[in-house]
């Protein structure tokens, strides 16, 4: 039995219509390709969460916080990417293969770890914590993420201890009117070489590995804007 059909012998979706998604926008929206579960996930839901708690990014979303296309992934990346290069925060993987999917009622994300990004159904998912340092990782895709945690199989410490006694349903997303703005090309992650190069060839010291200097990222972000 495949991952999706566990998930809904668990969590049924709802009986309503799920609203079309026209994926080849969304992903040329995004700049990527997204995992093939994702997309069934989508599909068969639509927007909402599940248990009343995990929010999962859709095409679809209610509001600008839970719209894939929508300015919330980049603005948390660039968050991370702030924590990652002054080293406010440990930030266990380069923010730019860190792509925000969904979030908690109490402030964790889910992340899908995008290494490699050209292969998007084998990338795994991270959870960070809200008010704290702990990330978790999980070595699979989102569908069997949530099937393994919503069974039980699998305890994510950033999650309340009582998660499984409360709501167990899907919970879908009540319209609001929000018109999410016209798809455009976003910009690509970037490979970190490719900075380094720049760097080296613009007279700014730069290591060959690790980090690469906030004022030198900011520096590239200037020189190249699109």
């Known amino acids: 039995m495949t991952d999706i059909n566990l998930l809904v012998q668990l969590c049924p979706p709802p009986s309503g219509p799920i609203p079309a998604i026209d994926w080849d926008t969304v992903e040329a929206t ?12 989508a599909a068969t839901y639509g927007p909402g969460a599940f248990y009343d708690y995990l ?22 990346r660039s ?8 080293g406010t925060h440990p930030v266990p993987y380069d923010p730019q293969h860190l792509f ?49 945690v919503l ?21 879908p997303s009540v319209p609001t009117g929000y018109q999410p703005m016209p798809p455009t090309a976003a910009r690509p992650p970037v490979d970190l ?18 980090r690469i200097p906030a004022d030198i990222r900011e520096a590239w972000d200037r020189a190249n804007p699109s």
């Open 79 to 86: 968050h991370l990417q702030r924590d990652y290069d002054q």
């Open 30 to 41: 995004l700049g990527m390709r997204l995992p093939q579960d994702y997309k069934q996930l």
């Open 55 to 76: 929010h999962l990014y859709h095409p679809a979303g209610v509001t600008e916080y839970v719209d894939i296309t929508g300015p919330m992934p980049a603005r948390i």
């Open 151 to 171: 069974s039980g199989q699998t305890s994510v410490p950033q999650f309340p201890d009582d998660l499984l006694e409360g709501h167990t349903a899907f919970v």
């Open 100 to 148: 925000a999917i969904g979030g908690t009622d109490n402030g964790e994300y889910l992340f899908w770890i995008t290494d490699p990004q050209d292969a998007p159904d084998t990338w795994r998912i991270a959870v960070n914590e809200a008010r704290g340092p702990r990330w978790f990782t999980f070595d699979g895709s989102l569908t069997e993420f949530l099937t393994r």
């Open 193 to 210: 070489d490719t900075i380094r190069k720049w760097a080296r060839a613009n007279g700014y010291q730069v290591p060959f590995r690790g």
